[in-house]
């Protein structure tokens, strides 16, 4: 059966599902996007995810158009439909069509355009990575900040192009004041000296629902956490690194710039250590904060 898709509300086979060419984020990648994944049918961390679309709406000046229950029950009705295990879900919001391939937003009346683009999730979770520092720099904050989750991400793409042409799978980007910000769709952790650190949010990075949620979590098992700034020299001597993302929750970093990091995929001993109590931890949320909460709203 084909992949299944929600457009303004109508749950079709992504096959059938079209954009308009006047749609401003096909011209201009005006539009902005969240990925959530569910545990037993339901989303996890909705709640962050719903938060994180309403400040990258903000920052476009782009008011939501629809409320969180809406989204919600499309969202519910669209799994309820498919007929596979756990899903991601793409939730999709684009400015809408213009009236002319014209920048200027007075082009754009609304409605706004809501996609949800529904699959089944491949595994993923813990999937290791070959990082490479590379020579593009992730977008000024000053410039289309990195904190908004937009529908472009040229910038990331071209990222990953260059770490894969040098051989690895993810690359690391620096900002452009040779700090360390992030790959190109995951959150990086570093241990240094015994403390996992992060690049603080003001380095130019996404707010990561799993970074948020391993800065509480990780004091919780024993480890030291702070955020601060990093350098590549950080990075080059650090114990362990590892990927932090929705679809990954702790993704292992076994080389950097070619350098093995650890023996074997699963990270060393201190990642390995905490990445089942975490995914426990996100269960556990799962079933006292997030499926109650879910429910609420969609029933
Ligand atoms: C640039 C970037 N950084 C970090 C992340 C991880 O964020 P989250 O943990 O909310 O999935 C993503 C996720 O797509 C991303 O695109």
Not at 22 to 46: H, K
Request: hydrophobic share 40%.
């Amino acid at each position: 059966m084909s992949n299944l898709c929600n457009l303004d509300g109508a749950i079709l086979p992504e096959q059938e599902a079209t954009v308009p060419v006047l749609d401003r984020s096909f011209l201009f990648g005006d539009s902005i996007y969240e990925v959530v994944r569910t545990i037993d049918g339901v989303p996890f961390a909705w709640a962050e995810h719903w938060r994180r679309l309403e400040l990258s709406a903000d920052s476009l000046a782009m008011p939501l158009d629809l409320d969180e229950r809406t989204v919600a029950r499309r969202v519910a009705d669209t799994l309820a439909a498919v007929d596979h295990g756990e899903s991601y879900v793409r939730i999709i919001v684009s400015r809408g069509t213009g009236l002319a391939p014209n920048i200027d937003v007075d082009n754009a009346p609304g409605p706004q355009r809501w996609v949800l683009l529904v699959r089944p999730i491949t595994q993923t979770f813990g999937k290791p990575a070959r990082l490479a520092l590379v020579p593009r720099r992730r977008n000024d904050r000053r410039a289309l900040d990195p904190a908004s989750k937009s529908g472009n991400y040229l910038n990331n793409v071209l990222g990953l192009a260059e770490a894969k042409a040098a051989g690895a799978t993810d690359c690391v980007m620096l900002n452009s004041d040779g700090f360390v910000t992030e790959a190109s769709t995951s959150n990086l952790f570093a241990r240094l000296d015994g403390t996992w650190c992060t690049p603080p949010l003001e380095a130019g990075i996404l707010a990561g629902i799993t970074r948020g949620l391993l800065l509480q979590f990780l004091p919780q098992v024993g480890e030291r956490v702070a955020e601060r700034d990093l350098r590549a020299e950080d990075l080059l001597r650090a114990e362990e690194l590892f990927l932090s993302s929705t679809l990954r929750d702790i993704g292992p970093v076994t080389h950097l710039d070619g350098r093995a990091l650890c023996d074997g995929d699963n990270g060393g001993p201190h990642t390995r250590r905490i990445a089942p109590l975490f995914a426990a931890h996100i269960r556990e949320r799962m079933r006292t904060v997030d499926a109650p909460r879910w429910r609420e709203l969609t029933t």
